[in-house]
């Protein structure tokens, strides 16, 4: 995400989703133009930064300096532009030229991206563009060169771990609004990006003690609450608790139809293999988010599964993933055992302070003291003594 602001130059911003859908700020950049060559250094930089790890998909916006220096730099991760960048976008070019035609295509327009077909997506963007005579629209032509990187029907069996969702979206706007809010000079800036980001630390500490409540007595949701994290958890919930409203139909072939009791949305086809508790569903919600959706989930009911098989609780959603910090190339290396060691320590700490609130209050009070002690004498030590050692967050799903 590239954004302009003063001090003459672009910053950019490197964003990922942590375990409990929250954003992750992984760095900054600024630059001082928009040439394809400083794109690349911005991503060869941050490659560097993540030890030479590709992401496996990865969002922006539609710049085409952005785009070609991500497919030149970036040949195996999957591009996606998220609808949230397109549709303010589409009101821009085709309101005015469209006129009171507008509304009949925006409307058209929003149902195509959410077709679960490609052929259906393929037959009605020519009968729109025919019926509304944009045959030789250059932004017509643009977006449809780009539609494996936008259209839902192109972009849902790739892994996008709910980044494409609006809520991602606006918690991404809140962490811009912390550092652009207040500005005094650079340095002023530097300083409201670390205090932006330790905020959303604490932020994601809390959603990680989030209680979560019962909402089906089914045994499948009270087993998914010991695996998953809040966020997790709640979406698959909503999933089981609008499953209840279809109803799957086996055909021949042992494939079911799952179907909305007032037929709202159509119907999806669901394919069961037995011989490995394969499910794999036409929507593709768990190629895209990870989580099993109401089509899946009514099968397994049917099927008197009291608990969803191991391979559809993610590593990414998972609550033993949280927060786990680890060496890239080191994990059993013995430098690294004073970090094992420690990590286990916290553990048992913050598993101890957590009965009470008199405990947790004593911890968090004497903890932020004594980190913040330590910090600034570390900050005060040399930088280099031969040996780096840095820490990543666990690369996810
Ligand atoms: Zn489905």
Redesign the pocket.
Known sequence: MIRSITYDMLFGAWFGIDNNGQPIFFGCVLLQDETLRSFAWAIQTLIRFMKGRCPQTILSDLDPRLRDAITSELPSTKHVTSIWNILPKVSSWFSLQLGSQYADFKSEFDALYRLESTEDFELRWNQMVSIFGLGSDKHITLLYSLRTSWVLSYVRVHFLARMATTAYSKSVDAFLKGIFGVQSCLRGFFEQVGIAANLQNERHQEIQCQYMHMKTCLPIEEHSRQILTPFAFNALQQELIVSMQYAASEMANGSYL?RHFRKIDGE?L?IWIPEDEQIH??????ESSGI?????LRVFIDKNYFQLPEKYFLSRWRRESSLMFYDDHSVHDKDDEWFQEFQSLTETLFAESSITKERSDYIRRELTKELTRLLNEVRDMPENDGAPMDFTLTPTD
């Open positions: 799952v999806s669901v569903c036409s929507c593709k919600e768990f099993l959706c109401r089509h899946a």
